[in-house]
């Protein structure tokens, strides 16, 4: 009997997420951190189930779940390889895509509205630095300015349709 109960149980378990759509991952933001950090990240997409669960390829990014469905942590340890790699979240009854997120061993921050005319640029004040921005909407521009001593070199680089698989095509001018 008690293992029929178990059984029984079991069975009415899965029927409540039978009904459940396979969760999709269409956004996360931001779409990486800093090795050594907490990262507070917003997943976009649909959730039947929440929380849910994540896989990363790596076990140096553990990811934990706020109440709020979307809200999610990647607690990033300090020995995580800087680069790209990749979270899924997923439930019993299915999976969402890969998505990339990366990791560097710069400082970052979120960029800030607005700051769409040069006197509202956001400050990079040391370098390196990594901003994660989002364009809100059509004709949006991001700004941000630092200031560079004499034989100082500058690198920059904007990393969104090729590498994070993002439906912009980003142009970076200096």
Known sequence: FSLLSCVVLAASSLDALHGAEKPELTR????????????????????????????????????????????????????????LHWIRLYHPTGATSVRPFLVSNAAEQIEVEPNNRIADANAIVTLPFCFHGGLDKRGDVDLFSTVLTAGQRLVAAVDSSQLLRTPVDASLQL
């Open 28 to 83: 996360i933001f931001p779409a990486g951190g800093q090795a050594g950090t907490v990262v507070d990240v917003e997943a976009t997409g649909k959730f039947a189930v929440w929380p849910i669960q994540a896989w990363s390829d790596t076990d140096s990014i553990r990811w934990s779940f706020e109440e709020k469905s979307g809200k999610l942590k990647a607690n990033i340890d300090a020995s995580t390889k800087p680069g």
